[in-house]
């Protein structure tokens, strides 16, 4: 496979599934990295392209650069930039990458909402889904988190879109240099004090030994297809098993059907009541460990009184043969 810049043409093909989601223009979230430069380059070639950069508060230095950046994209016809600043609290050094995540996406998805944009494109590539897949490896994930990141994603109904994740880095690079595409290299991203850096560094290593990027990306594509079709299952045992009790703020399994299915599709069926008692998004979970543990003793205990997972109360009712999902009142003494 070329090392080359994407064509105008190969990156229209990459763009066919995602254009009627784009067609009446996009918000492209714009670092100033040579991924996300490159990617809004190309998107306004097809559509009217709104570039958001956030100023992330994390350098001093951050603000001048996203000012740069909207110097850099004026240059170019049917670009509008704009800056959101973030709010940055606390120091939350053990988790400010993380944290600052969250916070620009949040960002993101309230511009989008208040421009009535329906899709916003991100620069994620193949490395960057290797390094996803890696990282969450180590965490000890799984089939959910090592399906890493999808190419369409709702996101609070905004639609997130990734167009770049069969697409190396190198080519993004080698697209702004043949197209005079100014970049800028985040000095964070060589810290080795973060994790998903020292997984980039060990990238020669990791690939001498047959785990490229690109094989990752496959593995990780291949994950998400089955993760893809156990949802697909488990929303189906969803409908068929759950009622939802709106005024009693619960939602109640028939118990026989529940425990006749698969340990997979019930852990899923109890992830789905949580989210929507909690009116949680796609990414928000609680810690699998005590999902599976709260799950286990479900399972094992016929008069199960209960237990609490994050802000939701699990239970049987014996009686009436049901299993309960229902939100924890403040005064509950359940653990």
């Known amino acids: 496979?070329?090392?080359?810049?994407?064509?105008?043409?190969?990156?229209?093909?990459?763009?066919?599934?995602?254009?009627?989601?784009?067609?009446?223009?996009?918000?492209?979230?714009?670092?100033?990295?040579?991924?996300?430069?490159?990617?809004?380059?190309?998107?306004?070639?097809?559509?009217?392209?709104?570039?958001?950069t956030v100023d992330h508060g994390l350098r001093p230095e951050a603000t001048a650069e996203a000012e740069q950046v909207g110097r850099w994209l004026s240059n170019f016809p049917n670009i509008e930039h704009h800056i959101l600043t973030r709010e940055v609290k606390g120091d939350g050094a053990s988790r400010i990458q993380e944290d600052a995540r969250h916070d620009r996406y949040a960002l993101m998805a309230e511009f989008c909402q208040s421009y009535n944009v329906e899709a916003l494109c991100v620069a994620h590539h193949q490395e960057d889904q290797a390094e996803t897949f890696l990282f969450r490896l180590?965490?000890?994930?799984?089939?959910?988190?090592?399906?890493c990141m999808r190419d369409v994603q709702d996101m609070c109904g905004v639609m997130l879109l990734r167009p770049l994740?069969?697409?190396?880095?190198?080519?993004?690079?080698?697209?702004?240099?043949?197209?005079?595409?100014?970049?800028?290299?985040?000095?964070?991203?060589?810290?080795?004090?973060?994790?998903?850096?020292?997984?980039r560094q060990s990238a020669d290593i990791l690939a001498a030994e047959g785990l490229t990027s690109k094989r990752l990306g496959v593995t990780s594509k291949r994950l998400s297809r089955a993760r893809d079709a156990l949802d697909f299952y488990a929303e189906k045992a969803f409908q068929e098993a759950a009622a939802k009790d709106s005024a009693a703020h619960r939602i109640e399994f028939v118990a026989t059907e529940f425990d006749r299915l698969p340990e997979e599709i019930t852990l899923r069926c109890l992830l789905k009541a949580y989210r929507v008692l909690l009116a949680q998004d796609y990414d928000y979970r609680p810690r699998m460990e005590r999902l599976e543990d709260l799950h286990n003793r479900l399972r094992a205990d016929q008069t199960f009184k209960g237990a609490t997972l994050g802000g939701c109360i699990v239970r049987r009712d014996a009686g009436k043969k049901l299993i309960i999902v229902e939100l924890e009142q403040k005064d509950a003494t359940l653990n």
């Open 1 to 52: 496979m070329t090392d080359g810049p994407l064509s105008y043409e190969e990156f229209e093909i990459l763009m066919a599934p995602y254009m009627d989601m784009v067609a009446q223009g996009c918000a492209v979230a714009v670092s100033g990295g040579p991924d996300s430069m490159a990617l809004v380059y190309l998107l306004s070639k097809f559509v009217p392209v709104k570039a958001v």
């Open 138 to 147: 180590a965490k000890g994930s799984g089939l959910d988190g090592l399906g």
């Open 165 to 199: 994740l069969d697409i190396s880095k190198q080519r993004l690079v080698a697209t702004c240099k043949a197209n005079n595409i100014p970049y800028v290299t985040d000095p964070s991203n060589q810290n080795g004090k973060f994790a998903r850096v020292r997984l």
